[in-house]
Structure formats: C-alpha cells, structure tokens
C-alpha cells in the first residue's frame, strides 16, 4: 500500500477538539482501516503520524503501532523470561493497595499486568503504572473488548517506550525559559518548576507522557504521534517536550492570574478546551525552526 507523502504540518487531520469525528476525512480512514487488515506497520504509522486517529480504531491500532515502536524493538534483546519470584511479596503488596486504591474495575487483570510487566523487564514499579493501566483498560473504552493478553503486551510495550530515556527536565525548563520568559518568570517566583519541591505536574506532563495531568482527547492524540514515530531523527522525548511547551503557551493567560497552589491543581487538570491538532502542528513548525537554528 503506498501512502503520498505530505507535509506534516499541512496535511488533513482528525478533528479532536471536544469530540472527534472522522466524516469529514473518509478516505484517510478508509486507508487506515485498509493497513489495519493488512497488518501493515509502515502505512499505519505513517498515516497516523499525519492524521491521528479516530477514537473507535485506537483498540486495533494502538497494539500495532506499540508493537511495531522503535524503542520497543530496541528493548527487545534485555527482555528475559518470566519469573514472578522475582516480585517480592511486599511489592506486590504494593501494588495491591495501589491498584485498589486508584482502580474501580479489572483490578484484577491491572494488577497482573503490572506484575507481569516489572518481572519480565528492567523496569522500576510507579503508582504512575497503575494510573497508565487504569487509562487504557477503563478510561472512555479506550481498550474497550481488548483480549487480556494483548492488552498485557501493549501495556508492557508502553512502559519500555516511556522507560527508554529519562524525562528531561532541565531541557523543558529551558526551553520555557527562552520561548515564555514571562510565564517562566511568574512560575519562578511562585516555585512551581521543582520536582523536590513537590511539583508531581512536571512528572506527570514528562516522564508519563501526560497521563492524569491531560484530558483525554488531549493525551490520546498526542499518544498517536508518538507510537506512530518510526523515523527517529529526534528523541520522543524532544517531540514531547514541544507539544508542551504549545499547550503551556495555550494556558498562559490563564497561569499567570493564579498562585503556586492553583498553578498545581491547574497543570494536574489541564482544561479540555484547547484544539490539539493546533498543538500538535504548532508545536512540530517550532521543533522544525528550533532545528535549523
């Protein structure tokens, strides 16, 4: 299947501001759906990259796109066999409680996942786990009729990518610093840019690629991007950073009317009301430029 080569900023997209549709696109979706039942990595990616998907097709798509990431296939030689001894009991204790805690339903299949996932790699267990798990299995039918095992292998698949590199904090500070100098400032002055200081957002937006700090049409698209990146001529980390920076300049009004604790609570519940696929474009012309200085 070819796929015509368009420019990532130009190109159609799926509407995801509010509530996605895909009428106004059927022969990307007709594409889509026809590199799905080919099992075809190489157009899905590049299709997905451009556009997003539409909402109902991520169950299909995700477990592909996951499978089939560089970062993944990268991570593949230090997988080691199972062994679930190498779980202590009072870290599945842990997880337990965590699991129960933050999770309504499947806490059972969460839960053995997260096992199965930290026996199987090199992987250090985060609560963060729980609420990642707890988003695709439970949160808006995301997975909604996944098999048990292919919803184990993607989440697995999802923890290597996040995992692969460290969140790069001092790079999305500075690059604050030097694209919203007033924001920054304002941030500086309320003290809100200091993971030891309790600013849990900035692992949230970072290191977990969005997950509880963003509402849902917002993180899913930006999760499209990244499990459909296969040409990695930046870290995704660096394509992350960006979209932050996008949806911080989005919210600035807003943040600099209020103090360090509304500042908190405001960048852990990110208003729905922004157009992500302006983030998403936006944010790759800025990262483009920002290249070629």
């Given at each position: ?67 089939n990431h560089p970062y993944v296939k990268m991570a593949a030689s230090s997988k080691h066999a199972s062994n679930m001894d190498s779980v202590s009991s009072s870290l599945e204790s842990r997880i337990k409680k965590d699991v129960s805690r ?95 200081g309790g600013d849990m957002w900035l692992q949230w937006w970072l290191q977990w690629l969005g997950i509880r700090a963003m509402p849902t049409t917002l993180l899913c698209r930006l999760w499209d991007q990244y499990f459909s990146m296969r ?63």
């Open positions: 299947m070819f796929v015509k080569k368009l420019d990532p900023i130009q190109s159609p997209k799926f509407n995801h501001y509010i509530e996605p549709t895909v009428s106004d696109l059927p022969d990307i979706l007709d594409a889509i759906k026809l590199a799905l039942s080919r099992n075809d990595d190489n157009s899905l990616s590049a299709l997905v990259n451009l556009h997003g998907l539409p909402p109902a097709l991520r169950a299909e798509a995700w477990p592909l796109l996951l499978r933050y999770c309504s339903t499947n806490t059972d299949i969460i839960f053995s996942t997260i096992v199965k996932c930290i026996s199987e790699y090199d992987i250090k267990y985060s609560s963060a786990m729980v609420w990642v798990a707890d988003f695709l299995l439970n949160g808006d039918d995301i997975f909604n009729g996944i098999s048990i095992d292919l919803f184990t292998e993607s989440f697995c698949n999802l923890m290597l990518i996040m995992h692969h590199e460290p969140a790069n904090y001092s790079r999305f500070i500075g690059q604050l610093r030097s694209y919203m100098p007033e924001l920054n400032e304002h941030f500086a002055y309320e003290g809100v840019l200091g993971i030891a040409v990695m001529d930046c870290s995704l980390q660096e394509v992350h950073i960006f979209n932050c920076l996008i949806i911080m300049k989005e919210n600035t009004t807003a943040l600099l009317e209020l103090d360090q604790s509304e500042i908190r609570l405001y960048l852990s519940q990110v208003p729905q009301s922004i157009d992500m696929e302006a983030v998403v474009s936006e944010a790759t012309s800025l990262r483009q430029n920002h290249k070629a200085d």
